[in-house]
């Protein structure tokens, strides 16, 4: 029976030349940095996206390790303002500008395509351990241009992303190399690629953690006699050590010559090291990352404290994050394979393989935490693609072979025709893929106008400056206006994200001093090494002990503020408005208990008409601008006023406002130049963003325009 079901898994293993493997790995390679170019191409043709001559990335994290690239060019930066100058992809991409020919912003657009599409070799090299040189051909051909992995592997797309699934699917290399071979040389190898990977991804841990916790379970299920297995996990709780990448690296550069040279003596000795290493690591809090990833990931709070011993509470950022959320299995399925159809095939072709080949159960910790996706979100679905894409692999051969079987009797030319019906199946599955690829049309993080603005202000503002922005656009500035900025795509918790949403959704003269106040207790907390969130620390400062007293106090005629170390600038763009509920909603709560209090109106309506004195939304929604009255069905507000926005030809905005006396209601703007309505109460229309964007009604007292275009406004503070 056991024969028969290995007879059933079996398929028919080979490997290439030298010289043809290498070539297969340059298609494979040459193919995935190809398709990364279609957007490259597509970007290319809007001039927005340009800037200086060259394509701009795509994602606002990119920003942040240009920062530091940028910095370590310059031989210098400021002091707390969070530059990664110490970081591998700012320490890489530093080098890469000095020794290439090209210029910086061709570089951080290029690296996620050459190096992302790096994937294709442990893919390959994986294969080939196993004898399977055609499968591994045929999963790099997938795995490098599958529908999550090119998303954040794409050309523009610069982060660590561009390694993070590479650097693990080289230890999965490294791990199954070793239980085939038997040799040592393979352990090590192991060990510093796990070394590598946290170097460069120091969230690495959790996966790094489940590599050597699948090969204990390997062990003790399929060869639990085998002193090397016992080996190789020594050498990854080595590696697991949370003592620097230098010192592991020392001690299992250690290890490698004790078991090497004294072999008889070093091999009594495995258990006792094991027990030592395994020790040390639970004891060092080596499996403190992987809660803390399981508490973040698994058990969200929509209201989190701050941080320190405040009773303050505030509401947590992971909620708002749509790669944090939830996914429907239809989208998980497409992130993984490209289809469905095509997610179960892989899914029954990884276990046939393991199935089939034991080691390939290794993969597991990759898989388990692909499917971590359908609660954790969708940014975990890449880590599934490598072995997903080797069960794909897999499975064609193993199905064209057989059907190659049933067409050509002949063993050479069946294995002709199976190779020839692989590369059929390899096409239908790319289909979806290089679809999706087609279709995926993003644009860069800021057009060219918004980065004119950064480039002005970077003229004119200081490197000890603040620029006051929600945390979205805190890395742009920062990179084109070499600024400091409040909050940030890594400083954006609860209790940091509160002052800012507070200072741009407040009236102008609460904004202007909770701005001042959050500028100079950032500033502060950086040399006081003070925890705690920075409203509780003003409100100690202030001796007040109600979180609603102080805030109420902040819009009142007499205030002190503490004495201005440096200019402080609100960059308000045009893309704001789109996310302004969301902005609010974090300082739209009773801080004492955390619960949400309600949020202003702010409607933003962009397809309507126009018919004499009345603006249509819809079918029974309209505005009678005449009556000064907003219908909705069967209900009828008031209008307060209405204002309406537009710029001459110089740039200049112009507005028109009518009010309707006696009446207490809604506001209607209507913005002609961007084509959109917007209907807000009085909270929304009184709040710096709008008064500061929308109309350019700034108090002077408390405000000076230093910037002002359609789409992006600067600000700077007077007090």
Do not use: C
Not at 49 to 75: C, K, P, S
Not at 246 to 272: C, E, N, S, W
Request: charged share 20%; proline share 5%.
């Amino acid at each position: 029976m056991k024969n028969r079901e290995s007879e059933f898994l079996k398929v028919e293993e080979g490997r290439f030349s030298t010289g043809t493997f290498v070539l297969l790995l340059l298609i494979a390679y040459s193919f995935a940095v190809a398709v990364r170019y279609l957007w490259i191409h597509w970007a290319g043709t809007h001039p927005e996206f340009l800037w200086h001559g060259q394509v701009m990335i795509n994602t606002n994290d990119g920003y942040y390790w240009a920062e530091g690239a940028r910095d370590i060019l310059a031989g210098h930066h400021q002091p707390h303002d969070l530059s990664p100058v110490e970081a591998p992809l700012a320490i890489l991409t530093a080098w890469l500008a000095r020794v290439l020919p090209f210029s910086f912003e061709t570089i951080i657009l290029w690296m996620p395509a050459l190096f992302g599409s790096l994937l294709v070799v442990p893919m390959m090299l994986i294969g080939r351990v196993l004898r399977l040189d055609w499968v591994g051909f045929l999963a790099a051909m997938l795995a490098g241009i599958v529908w999550s992995y090119y998303n954040r592997t794409m050309a523009g797309y610069y982060d660590t992303d561009m390694l993070t699934i590479v650097l693990p699917t080289f230890v999965l290399y490294g791990m199954i190399k070793a239980v085939v071979s038997q040799k040592n040389r393979y352990m090590i190898l192991t060990a510093f690629m796990m070394l590598f990977y946290t170097w460069w991804y120091p969230a690495a841990e959790p996966l790094n953690t489940a590599f050597a916790a699948i090969v204990l379970i390997y062990t003790l299920i399929f060869d639990r006699k085998n002193p090397y297995l016992y080996k190789l996990l020594l050498f990854m709780l080595v590696a697991l050590l949370p003592l620097g990448w230098m010192v592991d690296g020392g001690l299992a550069t250690g290890l490698y010559l004790f078991f090497h040279f004294g072999k008889q003596k070093a091999d009594r000795l495995i258990f006792p090291l094991l027990l030592i290493a395994a020790a040390a690591f639970v004891g060092m809090g080596g499996l403190d990352p992987i809660w803390f990833q399981i508490r973040g990931y698994l058990f969200r709070e929509s209201v989190a404290g701050g941080t320190g011993t405040s009773d303050l509470h505030f509401y947590a950022v992971s909620k708002t994050v749509r790669e944090a959320g939830k996914i429907p299995f239809e989208i998980f399925a497409d992130r993984i394979s490209g289809d469905p159809v095509l997610f179960v095939l892989s899914l029954i072709g990884y276990l046939l393989f393991a199935l089939r080949y034991p080691v390939m159960w290794l993969a597991l910790p990759m898989m388990g935490l692909g499917f971590l996706a359908m609660k954790g979100g969708l940014r975990f679905t890449v880590y599934a693609v490598p072995p997903m894409a080797l069960g794909m692999g897999y499975a064609t051969v193993w199905f064209s072979q057989r059907l190659a079987g049933v067409l050509a009797g002949e063993r050479w030319q069946g294995q002709r025709v199976a190779r020839f019906l692989s590369l059929l199946i390899l096409a239908a599955v790319l289909y979806p893929n290089i679809r999706h690829i087609s279709d995926y049309k993003v644009p860069t993080v800021f057009s060219k106008p918004e980065v004119e603005v950064l480039d002005r202000l970077k003229k004119i503002a200081q490197r000890e400056d603040y620029v006051l922005a929600w945390w979205d656009y805190g890395y742009p500035i920062r990179y084109y206006s070499d600024v400091k900025t409040l909050i940030d795509g890594g400083k954006h918790s609860g209790d940091v994200n509160f002052p800012v949403s507070f200072a741009l959704t407040r009236p102008q003269l609460a904004s202007a001093r909770m701005a001042r106040l959050d500028t100079e207790y950032t500033e502060q907390a950086y040399t006081t090494q003070k925890s705690g969130s920075y409203l509780a620390m003003m409100m100690r400062d202030y001796n007040l002990t109600d979180p609603e007293e102080f805030l109420i106090a902040l819009g009142q005629p007499i205030f002190k503020l503490p004495s201005r170390s440096r200019n402080v600038y609100y960059y308000l763009p045009y893309r704001m408005m789109g996310i302004y509920p969301t902005i609010e909603f974090f300082s739209r709560l009773d801080l004492k208990t955390g619960t949400p209090s309600r949020q202003s109106t702010f409607y933003q309506i962009n397809r309507f008409a126009r018919k004499g004195n009345l603006i249509i939304f819809g079918q029974d929604a309209f505005v009678d601008l005449k009556s000064g009255t907003v219908t909705s069905g069967k209900k009828h507000l008031p209008l307060s006023l209405i204002a309406v926005t537009q710029y001459d030809a110089n740039g200049k905005l112009h507005k028109k406002i009518k009010r309707y006396p006696g009446k207490e209601g809604l506001y209607l703007i209507d913005m002609r130049d961007y084509h959109k309505i917007l209907l807000l109460d009085e909270r929304a229309y009184r709040s710096a963003y709008v008064q500061l964007f929308v109309l350019e009604n700034n108090d002077p007292d408390l405000f000076e325009p230093v910037i002002l275009t359609p789409m992006a406004k600067v600000y700077r503070l007077k007090k």
